[in-house]
């Protein structure tokens, strides 16, 4: 599902080249649940970001369902958004004058699904996570985990076939932040969605099937997790 | 989606209520200042558009130096009589023409006399011919077009004179007496039709059209020329410049053979290229294209900058607040952006918010139109009107186009702004990146302090130079003097001089109030000095107090004064040169022959017109010789302030000679307010554009404070945890405003003085450029931007920093 071969990302600053990501090859298939790790400043965000096509890099190729994605214009990159990619962020970006239910319902408006349609996927994803009763409250009405749990319920909501995700439980208590990984190795499991997250906790990265240990911008470890960690 | 954007969009106007408030009451009153203009614009374009048969009437120009302000050669709207005439016999296309009384400034009225009542004094009663409604599509409300003026002596009032003199419509066949002057002995005309009042205003506007018959015949005399209005319907709506070349050859034959019925020789006059000249214009053109003057477009051209600018105001602190606030609507646009909305879907989102912004201020303007417009019509003496307006789908479809372009302008830099953030940025949490407009403020901030502090360098100059006319030596003593509209007959003058308390009576030709230029050439010592000549009778100098500089004034004592002598003003005695008292010059008169006159007295410059006109070197005579005819001025000095009292003694003289003509008079404080009234108006004006436009430069100074003191919350409570003072803090924000305002400033005070330059160039009597108002605009402008600032700075400054710290 994605290839990346010989991606490199630097800043020039004063005529030096400060090097982000070098020579990151590396293929990710339907279905698989990839956990990147390494210290901070790494460069995971930055290799997250690329994967996302929220930035480009500066060198190498970069395919996505076998389209080069590099030279994609805006607006095929934006029915990608529409149609293949959900995000979810550490800070869960919730959009704050929309309620709950309208966060959700966004990009299924960009989407153009018709009403009926869009009701019952969404009354389905409240269900599912257990939030029916907040659907009319606003992101800053609600606790940091249900607004996380909201942010997966929009990344969801139109049906991605990957989940982007940053830090997800970066700001949260550790009892929530085994209510997302396990959310998460359920979606990847039971719906086949292929899910890459960033983390810095082992055990997060327990839940996934393969860890990328990333240190100076260098891919120094490719490696597949037996799941330890049981549903 | 639209759905759910203009819900996000009422959520967050909800959310910066103050600031919501703040733009759209900024933006409506921007916009109440424009449209008033444009309703102002719309009425005066409406001119003669009340029927659609108009577009067939047109109006005669003749080219003549006859009757016009400067001697010289002009398209007049009053023509030769004999016009009408010509046009009915060489013109096929000619359906009616008709000869009509000219507007003339002067004119105050006839008296009108219904049976036994009071007569009133009614002005606009034009004297035409029996073709007249067969020209002007007027409708009848009693008789018709077809038979009102079909016979002599007949009268057809507008409804709204009618009603004022039976109270009913319903007159015709009734009599009214009109007396033109107060000596007429007055005509008795039949009422015979009674017109609507046409929803939009008129060129040829009246209040009744009388046949008296003078209107009927051409002098037959050929030397004798009447002058009057002619207005002709064709059967076709034409093309006027076909029209006038057909005309001009027409009127060339015409004007030959008049000449030569005059025993004078077209080619002497007509030579070197001179041309005598006629034309047509379409009568709805008539009104934007005056002989001599301004039109009213120019005339409103710096109103319509100013409030062009007021607007321009209102809509920067739109843009400005908006793109401060897209701070905070940063994450919403990246958030969006990676669930997949375009770019376009963005810029239309916030295009939508500035749009339901704009169209509540537009409601807000309609609602402050209705409030306003009684003060703005009775002040700018016109009769505005917002709903009952016979072009209100035109004013609709200006405003829906004014709404189109406010939202543009104000919400598509913000739209663009946002729609452009880079989500990366946004989402690393990094907003102050994806920040950008903030040149663009600054930029507009210094623009809007331009504009008010220029507006208020231009108020105060303005009020010291309005002191300076209000305070001004007039050359004569304007109180306790009284100005009554009739021509100097002994009876009338006899009497009053009876009555206690009534100092003086007299006449001169010219008087502030109805200024009357009658210009002469003399020779004095071979060289030929042209001159204002005035005629007045022995007491009309002292009467008007005027102050004797070098020799004396007309006296009983010296016969000759009604001979030959004469006082100059310091500005003609300027002319002649030094010791001009008892020298003598030569005047040719009409006959040709010369009479020498001898300078008496040379008095000071006394102010006949406002002061934006040079007083006239001018000469005043006694004697008969050369002088003029009597204009209407009869003059009358108290030396009591009983002012009440003595005006009822007049009247009740008055009264025995006339009773047919009421008493028409003035006082001269009255006329000499009258004279700075048009300034008055202007700088009051000024005055309530430059409160606007400062107040809202204000509001738009405490909104972006605001909004820059709470985007450095934090790093305000940083500085307080690292040990800065509040005032530290307060002056960190104020320096950055700071230097913005000065920057104005120092923009302001050329341009401020270029403008205003103008403005005082416009007065012949005017002050040096004062300094003051330039270092009063400049200290105002920075002690309440100051203040503005510092009252946000100091909110921001006294919070407590743990707050902050733990919000973040
Ligand atoms: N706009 C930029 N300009 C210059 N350097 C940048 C920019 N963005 C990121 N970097 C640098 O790129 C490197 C990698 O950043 P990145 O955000 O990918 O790190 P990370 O591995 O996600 O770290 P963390 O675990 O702290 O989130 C860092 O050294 C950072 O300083
Ligand atoms: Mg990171």
Redesign the interface.
């Known amino acids: 599902m994605i290839d990346l071969k010989n991606i490199e990302k630097y800043y020039a600053s004063k005529g030096i080249k400060h090097y982000v990501l070098r020579h990151v090859t590396t293929t990710i298939k339907q279905g698989e649940f990839v956990s990147i790790m390494g210290p901070s400043g790494a460069g995971k965000?930055t290799l997250l970001?690329i994967l996302?096509m929220?930035?480009e890099p500066t060198y190498g190729t970069y395919e996505f369902m076998g389209e080069d994605v590099t030279s994609l214009n805006?607006?095929k990159r934006?029915?990608l958004?529409?149609?293949h990619?959900g995000?979810v962020?550490q800070?869960y970006?919730?959009?704050?004058?929309?309620t709950v239910y309208?966060n959700i319902?966004?990009?299924l408006?960009?989407?153009k699904i018709g009403g009926s349609e869009r009701k019952s996927r969404i009354a389905d994803l409240l269900d599912r996570f257990n939030i029916v009763a907040k659907k009319d409250l606003f992101p800053n009405q609600l606790s940091g985990g249900q607004q996380q749990l909201v942010g997966i319920a929009?990344a969801l909501a139109?049906q991605p076939s990957i989940i982007l995700a940053d830090e997800p439980t970066g700001n949260l208590q550790s009892a929530q932040a085994e209510e997302i990984m396990q959310l998460f190795q359920k979606l990847n499991k039971e719906e086949g969605i292929t899910i890459i997250q960033v983390t810095h906790s082992e055990k997060n990265a327990g839940y996934g099937n393969r860890i990328l240990h990333i240190a100076d911008g260098v891919v120094k470890d490719d490696v597949a997790v037996s799941n330890n960690v049981k549903i | 989606m639209f759905k759910l954007n203009l819900k996000i969009a009422w959520r967050n106007l909800w959310k910066n209520k103050v600031y919501a408030a703040i733009n759209i009451g900024g933006l409506a009153l921007g916009l109440t200042a424009f449209v008033l203009m444009l309703l102002y614009i719309n009425h005066e374009e409406s001119y003669d558009s009340w029927s659609p048969d108009l577009k067939n009437v047109y109006q005669i120009r003749e080219k003549h130096d006859f009757f016009t302000p400067d001697n010289k050669e002009h398209w007049n709207e009053i023509s030769n009589s004999r016009i009408a005439n010509l046009l009915r016999a060489k013109l096929p296309q000619v359906v009616a023409v008709t000869k009509v009384d000219n507007d003339f400034d002067f004119d105050n009225g006839y008296s009108l006399k219904v049976d036994n009542a009071d007569p009133v004094i009614i002005n606009k009663i034009k004297d035409s011919d029996s073709s007249f409604f067969h020209v002007f599509p007027y409708q009848f409300l009693q008789g018709s077009a077809d038979k009102a003026l079909e016979n002599k002596e007949t009268i057809v009032l507008k409804e709204s004179l009618a009603m004022q003199l039976f109270g009913t419509t319903k007159v015709l066949g009734k009599t009214v007496k009109v007396v033109r002057w107060e000596t007429d002995k007055g005509t008795a005309l039949t009422i015979t039709g009674v017109v609507y009042e046409p929803n939009t205003p008129q060129s040829v506007n009246f209040n009744a059209i009388t046949r008296t018959g003078n209107k009927d015949k051409d002098p037959e005399n050929p030397t004798n020329n009447n002058y009057c209005q002619v207005y002709t319907r064709l059967n076709k709506s034409s093309d006027t410049l076909v029209l006038n070349q057909t005309l001009q050859k027409i009127y060339i034959d015409f004007k030959k053979s008049l000449l030569s019925g005059q025993k004078k020789n077209y080619n002497d006059i007509y030579k070197d290229g001179k041309l005598p000249g006629l034309k047509v214009i379409p009568v709805s053109e008539v009104h934007a294209n005056p002989p001599y003057n301004m039109n009213w477009f120019e005339k409103l051209k710096p109103v319509m900058a100013i409030s062009a600018f007021l607007l321009l105001v209102s809509v920067i602190n739109f843009i400005n607040l908006a793109t401060a606030q897209s701070v905070q609507r940063a994450k919403e646009v990246g958030v969006k952006k990676v669930l997949g909305s375009y770019k376009t879907q963005l810029t239309w989102q916030f295009l939508v918010e500035a749009a339901l912004q704009s169209i509540i201020s537009l409601f807000l303007c309609i609602i402050l139109i209705e409030i306003v417009l009684p003060a703005f019509n009775n002040h700018f003496k016109v009769d505005l009107s917002f709903w009952h307006n016979a072009q209100l789908p035109v004013m609709i479809s200006q405003l829906v186009g004014l709404f189109v372009f406010v939202t543009l302008l104000a919400g598509f830099y913000p739209a663009w702004i946002l729609s452009n953030y880079n989500p990366v940025s946004v989402l690393k949490g990094n907003y102050e990146n994806g920040l950008r407009g903030i040149a663009l403020r600054n930029v507009l901030v210094v623009f809007q302090f331009i504009i008010s502090v220029t507006f208020i360098i231009s108020i105060g100059v303005m009020e010291l130079q309005s002191r300076f006319m209000s305070n001004k030596d007039l050359g004569f003593e304007r109180g306790n003097l009284i100005n009554i509209n009739t021509n100097y007959e002994d009876d009338f003058v006899e009497r009053l001089k009876k009555i206690p308390g009534i100092q003086y009576v007299a006449t001169t030709t010219q008087v502030m109030g109805n200024a009357f230029n009658v210009p002469e050439e003399v020779n004095y010592k071979g060289n030929a000095i042209n001159l204002n000549t005035v005629t007045v009778t022995m007491d009309a100098l002292p009467a008007l107090g005027v102050k004797v500089v070098q020799g004396r004034i007309f006296s009983k004592e010296y016969k000759q004064d009604t001979v030959n002598t004469v006082v100059l003003n310091e500005a003609a005695a300027s002319l002649f040169g030094k010791n001009v008292i008892g020298q003598t010059y030569g005047k040719v008169d009409w006959e040709g022959k010369t009479n020498r006159f001898q300078i008496v007295g040379v008095i000071k410059n006394y102010h006949n017109e406002g002061f934006d006109k040079t007083v006239l070197p001018t000469v005043y005579k006694v004697t008969s010789l050369g002088g003029t005819s009597n204009t209407n001025n009869l003059l009358v000095r108290f030396n009591t302030s009983k002012y009440k009292e003595l005006i009822g003694k007049i009247e009740k003289e008055w009264k025995v000679l006339y009773p047919n003509f009421p008493m028409v008079y003035s006082s001269l404080d009255d006329a000499f307010s009258k004279s700075l009234e048009d300034n008055n108006r202007f700088i009051n004006m000024i005055i309530l554009f430059s409160l606007v436009s400062v107040s809202l430069s204000l509001l738009g100074l405490f909104a972006l404070s605001t909004f820059v003191a709470r985007r450095r919350t934090k790093e305000i409570a940083v500085r307080k945890v690292l040990g800065a003072s509040n005032i530290q803090i307060v002056n960190l924000l104020n320096r950055s405003f700071l230097v913005l305002v000065i920057v104005a400033n120092l923009i302001s005070w050329p341009v401020a003085y270029i403008i205003i330059k103008k403005w005082l160039d416009g007065f012949a009597y005017r002050i040096d450029m004062p300094i003051s108002p330039f270092l009063t605009a400049t200290l105002i402008s920075i002690i309440i931007a100051v203040l503005t600032v510092s009252i946000q700075a100091r909110k921001a400054a006294v919070t407590d920093p743990v707050n902050a710290l733990k919000y973040e």
Do not use: Q, T
Request: glycine share 4%; proline share 3%.
């Open positions: 965000s970001n996302g929220l930035e805006e607006r934006i029915e958004y529409r149609n990619i995000f962020f800070a970006h919730l959009i704050d004058e929309m309208e319902e966004a990009p408006l960009y989407k929009r139109a």
